[in-house]
């Protein structure tokens, strides 16, 4: 742990810790007090870096959603044609739903914090246009709602199945979804 007064990446480092803690505990299981030990910091440097908890929650929240985007980016930035992208849509929901418990619980505990509280609706709308933008790089910007909206239902659905729907399924969703799309 730093220690001193010149420590650069103690406020990502509390940012982190929130993270960790909210997809352990969920939202409500975090206080100043564990992200502080868990970040290894004194707790008065809480109240330095941010101004309260919405504060911290709204930029761990951020920083969470620039990690999602970028796996957006990832898989939906390479491809070349309609088809192309119909497949890199399947892969993501197939990374995503196979991928990290840590991200799944974290998305869900922000839509779920955005349903409770007006204030982060707009940070969940910011997601959701972010990852939209990428989408709407190889369809229509009314059809790129649409795979969106079933990247989020089918991710959420295949990380709980006890026996996961297969890639052929997916891409046969986006698929439908996809092909009365106008370029």
Not at 14 to 37: F, M
Not at 102 to 125: C, G, K, N, S
Not at 127 to 145: N, V, Y
């Amino acid at each position: 742990m730093a220690t001193g007064l010149t420590d650069p990446q103690r406020r990502a480092r509390v940012v982190a810790a929130t993270l960790d803690l909210i997809a352990e505990d969920g939202v409500a299981g975090v206080s100043h007090r564990k992200i502080a030990a868990r970040a290894g910091v004194p707790l008065g440097s809480m109240t330095y870096h941010f101004s309260g908890i919405d504060e911290l929650l709204g930029e761990a929240f951020r920083s969470f959603t620039d990690h999602i985007v970028a796996l957006f980016d990832a898989h939906l930035t390479p491809p070349a044609d309609r088809d192309q992208a119909r497949a890199a849509v399947a892969d993501l929901i197939h990374a995503l739903s196979e991928g990290s418990q840590r991200d799944l619980v974290l998305t869900q505990e922000l839509y779920t914090l955005a349903a409770r509280r007006p204030a982060y609706r707009e940070l969940a709308r910011e997601r959701m246009a972010r990852s939209r933008a990428h989408l709407e790089k190889h369809f229509a910007p009314g059809t790129a709602r649409q795979p969106d909206a079933l990247i989020e239902g089918l991710t959420l659905h295949r990380a709980l199945s006890p026996v996961p729907h297969d890639r052929a399924l997916t891409l046969e969703a986006v698929t439908r979804i996809t092909a009365t799309d106008r370029p």
